[in-house]
Structures are given as structure tokens and as C-alpha cells.
């Protein structure tokens, strides 16, 4: 119903059919599909219900960072459906209120123990790099990643990336991604996929992790936290509703899925994701009726946003949301214009004829395992949130915890790449093995892609949150 | 401030360091640029055969030679940004052509819509020539011919007609 027929950059392969019950009812999904992605594929929109006011709730972030598509799963309540494949005769809840505790407990299974070197939270650009490279000197670590793919956020990355030759410019992300996945089954690196690390239990040293109704604790003598960062939602009445998706979320459906997140759709934030995906749901053959942006001027790069504008859509800057109105989805937006004090000016409301909302508003880091671990955050601004204060070999406060990219402050994916190597060398390092000079050849590249004007407010925030 | 951070699209004004004088481009295609911000990025300087393409450091802005420029179409594929073009006068004719990313192609020899930097139909023209690298990896390069050449310098899209 709401699937891709073509696209420009993509072919999307359909696995075979799975059958699975959604609230009583039978329903027809492809093998590898998550089940939010089926449901939402064949026109189901609400997965939930707000505890107090019931109000009706969709996906919001589909890459399993918040909590908008829990269902009660063959069961268990709180289960992200947005990261779950689907499995034949799963039977699926909508869940309202707290969910439902299990009516048994025999489907869990005993817990296991797993020992190793080094344990990567994300399979990530950060994280996928940095097991590519431990595993070079012959360390084996074990990766923990949430979804059933690898490779992170670079598996919706349609577009071409920025940097140089050494950081793979002008190929497109899903290509990288395709080649570091390769490189990982090539090179047999161990990776929990559908997994979730939960929880880092400091005074044993402990990363616990759930996965397929199992509780697996992994003590690692090396830890490096690549969890990423969750999009921002920002406040107006009517965000909850479904159809109001995170950018990132939109392209994960429409790029990862095949599947259209909406009919005509409306951009909130001209910065490079808002701009980005804007540019990519034009690809799939979605309207967007326009971007709009709070500030004064766009703020991604402006190549991004000349190729918006030379399909025709307007960005409108000094320009906000007001409301998402439609029951139980989206069906109309008000934008309101903005002063030059952030203030609405009365009389500027605008209504728009849009099926779905896209925040583009920002992103912030997933620091919820260092914070547990223990590791010292700090609050900056100019890196997105909380993050962990680090040396610049990106070890924690904590000796043994490494972070590697979105994590530790939001860049992009080449930089998280090269953080990655930085981490794993510096882990290398201390097990004994001699790559100071590889770490500062990494340094020096990752000061001169910071050097230009763009990343100012990146460098200003790594001082502030950089230990010697 | 710049107005094309507000509006989103550059002027010949904002362009008039980046664009070719006329005679340079009587039957000879050259690539221009239209990457005017300061960003970490130079495919367009590793990708061209005759280092055409200059840039001090990676946060440069590129400018290109145009003497030395083959017209080859390289980084009009390769440009992470869309923001290689080349253009030509062939003859009387003006000659643009662009990274295209959307379906469906035009096919050779088809009449399409001319759209300048605001999405706008300035014209028609036809397609005379289509590049098709790997989709995956790089963009398609579509050449488009037409009459007035005076919109050269505006041609920067085009519009599969329905």
C-alpha cells in the first residue's frame, strides 16, 4: 500500500512471506522486514495508546531509540517493533497504558556469559571501523548491535559523502556501509545483531545485553561505547501523533524499508539531515511541500539546499511549526512565521496540506551506558547534549571505556569513522601493541576536516569537554 | 549575510568569480562550479584527470582552470554536493549539463522541461547526452541542448515531461 514501485539509487529486494498476527488479525510481511515497517508498509499507523490520555501513538524514531513503537510481542510487553524482524505466527499487541507483564515466563531462556578483549556497543561507522581495526591486529572483539543490520545509519545513506578520498568522498553511504559489512563477515568478526545492550553494571565490570528472549552478560576487558545519538523532538501540540517522524526515521522507512513514509510532507529544520532527506523523499517520489527553518539562514551546507530548491521546493526561514492537527494521524500542519527574538508573530499562521511531519531539529547523543558505567559527562551545546568527558585518544574517565562517534558529540559519518580507528588504536596501544604513529596521522586528518568554518562550534565544544 | 543562505539558491552575482568569460566556451565544455561555502570536501579535485581544479586545503573553495578543463564530466559525477555543472555554447546553442537523481530518466533525444535555481521553467531543450555510472555510487550526467544560449548560466535542472 505504501511501498517504493522504483527509485533512482536503490532496487529493494523482498524476502519471502511471513505471516504474523496484529491484534487477532493475519498479516502478510517479508522476511527481514521489522514488524512497525509491515504494519506501517499495509497502512497501520497507531501502535500504542498514551497512558493518561490515550491518545493514539506511531513510530517516531525507527531505529529503536525511543519508546513510540512499543507493542506487547508473542507476550512481552515494551518490545521496539521498529527493530524487531518479524517471525512467522509472532503474535502482536497494541499496547496501552504500561503494557501487560508476560501471562508465563517459560519463553526465556537461561543467561549466558561471554568473555572477550574488546566489547563494541554499535555497529555504527564508529563502531564497524573500530572492530575492523582491532581485529587487524589480531584482537577479536564482539560487536552489540540493536538492529538486524549493520553498518548503523549508513545503510540509509543515499547520498554521496563529503571529505576527501580517504574518508571515501563522493560514494554514496549505503555503498560504505555495503563495504564494511563485507569486511566484517570476511574477516569473521563476532556480532550479536537484535541485541540490546541495556546495561553496564560498573562494580562488576559488566555490559548486560538482552537478545531473543536471552539475558547474555559480557565482560569485556575493553569496552567502547558507539551507541550513536536519538533525533531531538521539539515541543508543539500534536507532536505525538503518528506521522510525525523523526528525518532520520523517515529515511530509515523510505531507504532501508522501501516504503514511503507519507504522501506530502512537510520539513521542520534546514539543517544537512532536514535538507538531506527532504532531497531524498523527492527521490522516492514523495511531495515535500516545504522546509522550514527557525533561524535566519540555512543551516547545512547550502549545496544541500540548492538542490531542493532546484526542484522547486521552497525553505522558509524564521519559520516554525505551531501544531500537527489530524486524528489519529497527521492531517494538516500550521507553521507560524518568527521574529528576530524567536517570538511568533500573530497573524503569520499558515495552514498546510501535509500527511506527515518531519523533525530535522537536531540530534542527541545516547550517552544512557556511560552515564551508568560512571563515566563523567558534561553538558555542551556545540556537541549536541551530554557527552563523556575524554582525552583525545577517546578514553572515558573510566580507563577501560572508549567512545567513537555521534556519541561523544553529533558530527558526521567520516568523522565517526576515523574516531573509531582512534579508539581502537588507542585500545591497541594499551594492550601493548605500537600504533602511536597510525593515531597521529589520524589526529592530523581529523584536524584538518574539522579546520573549516563549519565545524568551529564542534572544535570550540571538544576543547571544553577534553581532558590532557 | 549572505542571501543565498536565506533563499537557498545563488544568483550569476554570487556566481561571477566561479563562471567562464562567453569566448571561453565557444565549442569547448568546461565544468563549473557552484560551491561556494567553506566545507571539508574535494572529490571534484581528486577526480579530474587534468588537475583542472584547485583547491589550497580541503576547506577550500574549488575554482577551476578553465584553459586547461577537458570537459570530461568527472566530478559533475562524483560531486557529493551536485554542484558541478559544465556548459558549453555548441554553435549558436547552449549547452549545460547536470548530476541527475530522480526517475524517470530522460532518454536521448527527449524534449524536457529547463529549470532554473529556484525550480522555475525557463525554456525547453533536448537531451543530447546521458552518462550512467554505477547508481550506487555516483550520480547520473545528463546533457541538455537549446536554442537561446543567453540562459546558459541559468539552466541548472530539467523536468521529465509527463
Known amino acids: 500500500m505504501r511501498e517504493?514501485?522504483?527509485?533512482?539509487?536503490?532496487?529493494?529486494?523482498?524476502?519471502?512471506?511471513?505471516?504474523?498476527?496484529?491484534?487477532?488479525?493475519?498479516?502478510?510481511?517479508?522476511?527481514?522486514?521489522?514488524?512497525?515497517?509491515?504494519?506501517?508498509?499495509?497502512?497501520?499507523?497507531?501502535?500504542?495508546?498514551?497512558?493518561?490520555?490515550?491518545?493514539?501513538?506511531?513510530?517516531?524514531?525507527?531505529?529503536?531509540?525511543?519508546?513510540?513503537c512499543m507493542m506487547r510481542v508473542n507476550g512481552i510487553p515494551n518490545v521496539r517493533t521498529c527493530v524487531?524482524?518479524?517471525?512467522?505466527?509472532?503474535?502482536?499487541?497494541?499496547?496501552?497504558?504500561?503494557?501487560?507483564?508476560?501471562?508465563?515466563?517459560?519463553?526465556?531462556?537461561?543467561?549466558?556469559?561471554?568473555?572477550?578483549?574488546?566489547?563494541?556497543?554499535?555497529?555504527?561507522?564508529?563502531g564497524a571501523t573500530a572492530s575492523i581495526t582491532l581485529k587487524e591486529y589480531g584482537i577479536n572483539p564482539i560487536i552489540i548491535e540493536q538492529n538486524s543490520l549493520l553498518g548503523?545509519?549508513?545503510?540509509?545513506?543515499?547520498?554521496?559523502?563529503?571529505?576527501?578520498?580517504?574518508?571515501?568522498?563522493?560514494?554514496?553511504?549505503?555503498?560504505?556501509?555495503?563495504?564494511?559489512?563485507?569486511?566484517?563477515?570476511?574477516?569473521?568478526?563476532?556480532?550479536?545483531?537484535?541485541?540490546?545492550?541495556?546495561?553496564?553494571?560498573?562494580?562488576?565490570?559488566?555490559?548486560g545485553v538482552f537478545r531473543d528472549n536471552q539475558f547474555i552478560k559480557i565482560s569485556a576487558k575493553?569496552?567502547?561505547?558507539?551507541?550513536?545519538?536519538?533525533?531531538?523532538?521539539?515541543?508543539?501540540?500534536g507532536n505525538d501523533l503518528p506521522g510525525v517522524f523523526g528525518a532520520g526515521a523517515a529515511q530509515t522507512i523510505m531507504n532501508v524499508f522501501g516504503i514511503k513514509p507519507g504522501n506530502k510532507i512537510l520539513m521542520i529544520g534546514a539543517g544537512n539531515v532536514g535538507l538531506i532527506v527532504s532531497y531524498q523523499l523527492l527521490q522516492a517520489g514523495v511531495e515535500v511541500k516545504a522546509v522550514v527553518e527557525a533561524m535566519d539562514e540555512i543551516g547545512g551546507y547550502f549545496v544541500h539546499a540548492s538542490k531542493l530548491r532546484r526542484f522547486g521546493v521552497p525553505i522558509l526561514t524564521k519559520t516554525t511549526i505551531k501544531e500537527a492537527v489530524g486524528y489519529p494521524r497527521v492531517e494538516k500542519a500550521i507553521t507560524v512565521n518568527l521574529d528576530d527574538s524567536f517570538n511568533e508573530i500573530p497573524g503569520t499562521e499558515k495552514e498546510?496540506?501535509?500527511d506527515t511531519i518531519c523533525l530535522s531539529t537536531g540530534l542527541i547523543p545516547s550517552v544512557n551506558l556511560l552515564a551508568q558505567a560512571g563515566c563523567d559527562l558534561k553538558y555542551s551545546p556545540h556537541l549536541g547534549g551530554y557527552v563523556p568527558i575524554r582525552n583525545k585518544y577517546l578514553m572515558t574517565t573510566k580507563e577501560n571505556i572508549y567512545v567513537a562517534g555521534d556519541v561523544d558529540g553529533i558530527e558526521e559519518a567520516s568523522i565517526a569513522m576515523l574516531e573509531g580507528r582512534i579508539a581502537a588504536l588507542s585500545i591497541l596501544e594499551k594492550m601493548g601493541f605500537n600504533t602511536q604513529n597510525k593515531i597521529t596521522d589520524i589526529l592530523n586528518e581529523l584536524k584538518s576536516l574539522r579546520n573549516g568554518p563549519?565545524?568551529?562550534?564542534?572544535?570550540?565544544?571538544?576543547?571544553?569537554v577534553e581532558y590532557e | 549575510?549572505?542571501?543565498?543562505?536565506?533563499?537557498?539558491?545563488?544568483?550569476?552575482?554570487?556566481?561571477?568569480?566561479?563562471?567562464?568569460?562567453?569566448?571561453?566556451?565557444?565549442?569547448?565544455?568546461?565544468?563549473?562550479?557552484?560551491?561556494?561555502?567553506?566545507?571539508?570536501?574535494?572529490?571534484?579535485?581528486?577526480s579530474c584527470p587534468t588537475r583542472s581544479i584547485f583547491m589550497k586545503d580541503i576547506n577550500d573553495i574549488p575554482h577551476v582552470d578553465f584553459e586547461t578543463c577537458i570537459g570530461c564530466g568527472k566530478c559533475v559525477a562524483v560531486c557529493p554536493g551536485l554542484a558541478m555543472f559544465m556548459i558549453r555554447i555548441n554553435g549558436t546553442q547552449g549547452?549545460?549539463?547536470?548530476?541527475?537523481?530522480?526517475?524517470?530518466?530522460?532518454?536521448?533525444?527527449?524534449?524536457?522541461?529547463?529549470?532554473?535555481?529556484?525550480?522555475?521553467?525557463?525554456?525547453?531543450?533536448?537531451?543530447?547526452?546521458?552518462?550512467?555510472?554505477?547508481?550506487?555510487?555516483?550520480?547520473?550526467?545528463?546533457?541538455?541542448?537549446?536554442?537561446?544560449?543567453?540562459?546558459?548560466?541559468?539552466?541548472?535542472?530539467?523536468?521529465?515531461?509527463?
Not at chain 1, 505466527?89 to 501471562?103: A, F, R
Not at chain 1, 551507541?227 to 515541543?235: L, Y
Not at chain 2, 536554442?147 to 541548472?156: G, P, W, Y
Open chain 1, 352 to 354: 498546510w496540506d501535509v
Open chain 1, 84 to 126: 524487531l524482524p518479524v517471525k512467522e505466527n509472532m503474535i502482536v499487541e497494541t499496547q496501552s497504558y504500561y503494557g501487560k507483564l508476560p501471562d508465563k515466563v517459560e519463553n526465556f531462556k537461561k543467561s549466558i556469559e561471554i568473555s572477550k578483549d574488546v566489547a563494541i556497543v554499535g555497529a555504527g561507522p564508529a
Open chain 1, 222 to 237: 575493553y569496552y567502547l561505547i558507539a551507541t550513536g545519538a536519538s533525533e531531538k523532538m521539539i515541543p508543539f501540540p
Open chain 1, 4 to 68: 517504493i514501485q522504483a527509485h533512482p539509487i536503490l532496487n529493494f529486494k523482498k524476502g519471502k512471506e511471513v505471516s504474523f498476527f496484529f491484534n487477532g488479525s493475519k498479516i502478510i510481511a517479508y522476511d527481514g522486514e521489522n514488524i512497525a515497517m509491515a504494519l506501517y508498509r499495509l497502512g497501520i499507523d497507531v501502535f500504542s495508546e498514551s497512558p493518561k490520555l490515550h491518545r493514539p501513538r506511531g513510530m517516531f524514531c525507527a531505529i529503536g531509540k525511543c519508546s513510540s
Open chain 1, 152 to 207: 548503523g545509519q549508513l545503510v540509509k545513506q543515499t547520498h554521496k559523502f563529503f571529505g576527501s578520498e580517504r574518508e571515501k568522498a563522493g560514494i554514496r553511504g549505503i555503498k560504505i556501509a555495503e563495504e564494511l559489512i563485507q569486511q566484517i563477515e570476511e574477516m569473521n568478526i563476532d556480532a550479536l545483531v537484535n541485541s540490546t545492550a541495556f546495561g553496564f553494571y560498573p562494580e562488576e565490570n559488566i555490559l
Open chain 1, 454 to 464: 563549519f565545524s568551529k562550534k564542534v572544535v570550540q565544544g571538544i576543547k571544553e
Open chain 2, 1 to 46: 549575510m549572505n542571501n543565498y543562505l536565506k533563499s537557498g539558491y545563488l544568483s550569476t552575482v554570487d556566481l561571477s568569480d566561479f563562471l567562464p568569460d562567453l569566448s571561453l566556451i565557444k565549442d569547448h565544455q568546461v565544468a563549473v562550479t557552484e560551491c561556494v561555502q567553506e566545507i571539508p570536501c574535494n572529490p571534484c579535485v581528486t
Open chain 2, 95 to 162: 549547452e549545460v549539463t547536470l548530476p541527475y537523481e530522480l526517475i524517470p530518466l530522460p532518454k536521448k533525444g527527449e524534449e524536457v522541461n529547463l529549470l532554473n535555481r529556484k525550480g522555475e521553467i525557463i525554456g525547453r531543450g533536448v537531451v543530447t547526452k546521458i552518462f550512467l555510472p554505477e547508481r550506487e555510487i555516483h550520480s547520473a550526467v545528463v546533457t541538455v541542448t537549446f536554442k537561446d544560449a543567453k540562459i546558459l548560466n541559468e539552466v541548472r535542472n530539467i523536468e521529465v515531461i509527463k
